[in-house]
């Protein structure tokens, strides 16, 4: 039997597929460990194919979403750096240090993310290796391996932005492969890669928009044209790729199928879940898994029906919470981004939280309202990945790069300011434009693990004290009052794949 091992990333990682159960809406996504199943006989059926797509589906979770130890999940290593939250839990060394800037590469939040990413990888080159020889029906077939490539794209957009140069494998290792020790290629070869799996994904017949959460056009187009916004920015500078995010984003836009939800609560109902504004997500489900994220936002008392005590570790940091210009809904208590009050039990007597709170991805149907008693169930809300909302901010910001404030980049912004309750110049410069796009990506795009790639891609952070923008290094987080080093805009390759894989370097200025 062959065992398919990435050895060096993350640990010895046996690749063991499984079957699952294909059921409607984001139920695909449940994923039931049966045996390790050996290549070579179990890629036979268009069964064996959807199973096998499901468990890479089902690894996403694992990125992001995991946990990395006491009162901490893995998204926290994209924003507990980012200077516009705080952490009021002690109980974590692992985010103290990262809130601090004095992480190494022993942490643990770098080392889960790794970890989950590689799996989704090892899980997607097992479909796009053995599912093309699968007798099928060649449409669906083809849009399994869409999928696939779509993810295993997603997954290493996030790995070069977090690492620089990584590990490149496109096909299943094993013991005997010259991969089994794998060196870091290049990031530039490494985006040309995540490029031509979107590519193929673009063609690969998927519907624009799935509301079952599977991908969709959208989302690969969407997916291409962030990349391609990227790529024109630090660290490669390919500025010629601002044209390409923009026909990208465009080509979304003037789709037609998606829109801005009216107002801010309907963002994160899970009755919204995959339509409007949504156009790729983590999936959550009963019977499948729940959604922690709201933990981390929750404060420390009882304002859920559930009774769920928050862990306090993502509350907005003072300064960024009062950045918002006056009049913007997305700062209205328990309307916008934020709130400061809440009713005891989820639909009880009105009580002060002390400070403001992070009011996204807050689950009404789940902890209640003053309007409903919620239902206590757990939290099932699905996990962020891309809006509708990033797409405007995306193309307005290419097209401004290429040709200035266009009427149509400006009728971008203004579709965010116009729910945001705010007025939109019509005449600025290139320049001020640019940075009335960058203010809206922080203040719209919060907390969703966005805002450190662009201070990674822009090499800019937003001073929300002064409203400027500094440059990266060098530049104080309010919350931390630690200063940004070179090194920081790359994290340190985790000490445990060093041990196992003698051919990893680490990056500069970690040890």
């Not at 859920?304 to 209205?332: C, H, I, M």
Request: hydrophobic share 40%.
């Amino acid at each position: 039997m062959k065992i398919f091992k990435i050895k060096g990333l993350n640990r010895a990682l046996t690749i063991a597929l499984v079957t699952t159960t294909i059921l409607s809406c984001s139920d695909f996504l449940e994923e039931e460990n049966r045996s390790s199943l050996n290549p070579d006989t179990f890629y036979q059926t268009n069964t064996h194919a959807e199973s096998a797509l499901n468990a890479i589906y089902a690894t996403t979770r694992e990125v992001f979403g995991g946990f990395s130890g006491g009162n901490s999940s893995n998204w926290h290593l994209l924003e507990a750096v980012t200077g516009q939250s705080i952490n009021n839990s002690s109980s974590n060394p692992d985010l103290n240090s990262l809130s601090s800037l004095s992480y190494n590469s022993n942490l643990i939040h770098a080392r889960a993310v790794w970890g989950g990413t590689y799996k989704l990888i090892a899980n997607a080159n097992m479909v796009i290796t053995y599912v093309p020889d699968i007798f099928m029906d060649e449409d669906r077939q083809k849009q399994i391996l869409g999928e696939a490539y779509f993810l295993r794209a997603w997954a290493y957009f996030n790995a070069v932005r977090i690492w620089g140069d990584i590990p490149l494998l496109t096909s299943p290792v094993g013991t005997a492969s010259p991969d089994f020790y794998a060196k870091r290629t290049s990031q530039s070869i490494v985006y040309d890669q995540i490029v031509s799996d979107l590519k193929f994904s673009e063609e690969s017949g998927l519907a624009f928009k799935d509301e079952s959460g599977r991908v969709s056009i959208a989302a690969v187009k969407s997916l291409l044209s962030k990349v391609y916004l990227t790529m024109a920015g630090h660290p490669l500078n390919k500025t010629e790729h601002y044209a390409d995010a923009a026909e990208k984003a465009k080509e979304v836009i003037d789709n037609g199928g998606l829109s801005l939800f009216d107002t801010y609560g309907e963002i994160f109902l899970e009755s919204n879940e995959n339509k409007g504004e949504h156009i790729f997500s983590i999936q959550y489900a009963p019977n499948v898994s729940a959604n922690f994220e709201s933990l981390s936002f929750l404060p420390a008392k009882n304002i859920t029906k559930g009774g769920a005590v928050g862990w306090q570790t993502n509350l907005p940091e003072t300064n960024f919470y009062n950045s918002f210009e006056s009049g913007d809904r997305r700062k209205n208590n328990r309307e916008g981004w934020f709130y400061t009050d809440y009713f005891v039990g989820g639909n009880g007597a009105l009580t002060d939280l002390g400070s403001p709170h992070v009011f996204k991805a807050f689950n009404v149907a789940n902890f209640g309202s003053d309007i409903t008693a919620g239902n206590g169930l757990g939290d099932f809300l699905n996990f962020s990945v891309i809006r509708f909302a990033e797409v405007l901010l995306i193309y307005a910001e290419a097209s401004n790069e290429v040709s200035g404030p266009t009427t149509a980049a400006i009728d971008a912004i203004k579709k965010l300011r116009d729910r945001a309750g705010l007025t939109t110049a019509t005449s600025l410069s290139k320049d001020l434009f640019r940075e009335l796009i960058w203010k809206e990506r922080w203040h719209e795009l919060c907390y969703e693990r966005v805002t450190w790639f662009d201070m990674v891609r822009l090499r800019k952070v937003f001073n929300s004290k002064t409203g400027d923008f500094d440059n990266f290094v060098g530049h104080t987080n309010l919350s931390s009052n630690q200063a940004f080093q070179e090194k920081h805009l790359l994290f340190p390759i985790p000490a445990l794949e060093m041990v196992n894989n003698p051919n990893l370097t680490q990056n500069p200025g970690y040890n």
